[in-house]
């Protein structure tokens, strides 16, 4: 099984575990703060039933009507998770809003504390798994997965302070407040989400880095290569596309110069790993804009 399908169909099974854990604590405490942590994770589980899907879309190799691959089915996925998300703040907030204006009193708070001290360990594993899943395979919805997982740590951080405290001093208020600032985090987060996916499917450049490492490489096949420009990068999923112009010797053959193409790609994809790398040669003195190397 392919090793980012494995790690989704692990936070699926865990994500449903916890809503339902996290659901039936909230009915035996009447705590809110447990009712948005059970629908945060209610809304893990449906995400990450997306994710899986699209992962498995991602997978496929290119076709004729997508030759660039199917690595975008993650962006959509992940634009999809901050909709959704956002959706969730809404409800969450005019529910605490209403709570704060009429307290509840809580039950069975020491029952409570233990299932979100459980959710913290569950929780922190998960995280851990994805996150090092998403750095081996550079998996966008790996990573956002192991960040909310991660994040989600100080929401059950809050709910376990607010429990000690209304179990010390009676202010069941301090529930309404915590959910607040629950949703106010899912919010944050569904931005960073969606900033990222939005990225993706605009193409945006990858980090001034990648083409700095480019440049460094390109400058070891001086003086056969004299310049470099229209430089542009983009990534779909785990998968980099690089492209731009080399200016050449004209004194170089044809052979020679697809022979150069060649050890420049391949020297570029064994430093930077996963990229797909395509170079175009113009010859030296055709006065195009250009970025001289040395």
Known sequence: ?????????????????????????????????LVASALDSLMDFFIS????????????PPDEDHAYGHGKAEAIAGFFQSLVILASVIALVYASVQRFRGGVPLQHLS???????????????????????????????????SLHYAMDLYAYGGILLSFFLIKLTGWVWLDAIVTFLIALYIAVLAFRVGK?????????????EIRQAVEEIVKRYYPEVLGMHNFKSRHAASK???QFHLVLKKEL?????????ERIAGEIRRELGNVHVTIHADPEGTGLDQTDLM
């Open 196 to 208: 990222q996916a939005v990225d993706e499917l605009m193409d945006r450049e990858l980090r001034p």
């Open 253 to 261: 053959s044809f052979e020679q110069v697809h022979e150069l193409e």
């Open 240 to 242: 980099r596309f690089l």
């Open 111 to 145: 029952g409570g504390i233990g299932i979100v001290l459980l959710s913290m360990v569950v929780g922190y594993w998960l995280s851990w798994r994805l996150q090092r899943q998403a750095a081996s395979t550079g998996s966008v919805v790996l990573k956002t997965d």
């Open 1 to 33: 099984m392919n090793p980012k399908i494995k790690e989704e169909v692990i936070a699926i099974s865990v994500s449903f575990l916890l809503a339902v854990g996290k659901g039936l604590a909230s009915f035996w405490t009447g705590s809110l703060a």
């Open 49 to 60: 039933s997306i994710n899986l899907f699209s992962l498995k879309v991602a997978d496929r």
